[in-house]
């Protein structure tokens, strides 16, 4: 399968035209890409910087094998590959001449392209980061669920989510710079949940994407670090995993940086359990964020 069985464009009409069935055939593995093309599709191009994204998928024999996107400056996401597959994307994106800071993808996908692109150009990949899919089982409230409420985030809310969203993504390591754009996204279709104190004030959010292919991602969760272990990241976390199902999701998901047993033991207690692992690369001297949920950042992992 050469390099020229990799079709590359700038047109997200066209790649969800190629390949959408296939992104929505298995959507918890590719529920990353289901959800930053919708936020794209929806919001526009420019959602994510001035650079416009890139879209590529392999085909044979007429049927769509695998596709990536990526949304400059952040990493290449990509779904699955076998190595001999991972050798030829490696050979098509050095064809492109563009930069490709890193790469996400399952564990073995991840692995082989960072090989792969390492053998090509030369550049050094480095392991970045470890992150774990889980799906909502037997939905689980931890105890004792602390006092306070839940509140659907509105527009008057928008300075504190660009707050909340900038000290996450510092804590992460990703840039802040979107704070602005994610807020908007997620007011738009009320994709942020409060939980709320008994005084009305806000101490912990947890955000949802959008329903796409019947599954919805929670992300991100995050708890101010003064009020951390109070219980607030997994009552409100729970709460939007019951509002998702509620709402007919068939898959409610999220993903964990496997470095934080905190928030994957938290997660395990409120239902979620395993599906897959995935990894980040770095590639060379670039050092970029991951990738998230809906908007394209982060996969947010954080239970803080």
Request: no cysteine; glycine share 10%.
């Amino acid at each position: 399968m050469p390099p020229d069985h990799w079709h590359r464009t700038e047109d997200l009409g066209r790649f969800l035209d190629r390949a959408g069935n296939f992104l929505r055939s298995r959507p918890a593995l590719h529920t990353v890409p289901l959800t930053v093309t919708e936020t794209l599709r929806t919001r526009g191009p420019h959602v994510y910087g001035d650079l416009p994204p890139v879209y590529g998928t392999l085909e044979r024999d007429g049927a769509v094998r695998a596709a990536y996107f990526q949304t400059p400056p952040h990493r290449l996401n990509l779904t699955a590959l076998t190595a001999e597959e991972a050798d030829y994307l490696a050979a098509h994106l050095e064809g492109h001449g563009r930069p490709v800071p890193g790469v996400v993808a399952g564990r073995e996908t991840a692995t082989a392209v960072a090989a792969a692109w390492q053998a090509r150009t030369g550049a050094t990949s480095t392991l970045h980061q470890r992150q774990r899919l889980h799906r909502l089982g037997t939905l689980s409230v931890p105890q004792p669920v602390p006092e306070g409420r839940t509140r659907i985030a509105v527009e008057s809310d928008r300075p504190q989510l660009v707050k909340w969203y900038g000290e996450f993504s510092e804590a992460i390591g990703h840039p802040a710079g979107e704070a602005g754009s994610w807020a908007d996204a997620r007011i738009a279709y009320g994709g942020v949940t409060f939980w709320e104190d008994p005084d009305g004030t806000p101490v912990a959010m947890a955000g949802a994407t959008p329903q796409i292919a019947g599954q919805v991602r929670v992300a991100p969760v995050y708890t101010p670090a003064h009020l951390r272990g109070r219980g607030y990241a997994g009552a409100v976390t729970a709460e939007v995993s019951r509002a998702a199902r509620d709402a007919g999701a068939d898959e409610v998901l999220l993903f964990t940086d496997l470095a934080n047993p905190v928030s994957n033991r938290l997660y395990h207690r409120i239902g979620y359990r395993p599906v897959t692992d995935f990894a980040v690369y770095d590639f060379a001297a670039y050092n970029v964020s991951v990738y998230d949920d809906s908007d394209g950042s982060s996969p947010d992992h954080s239970a803080r």
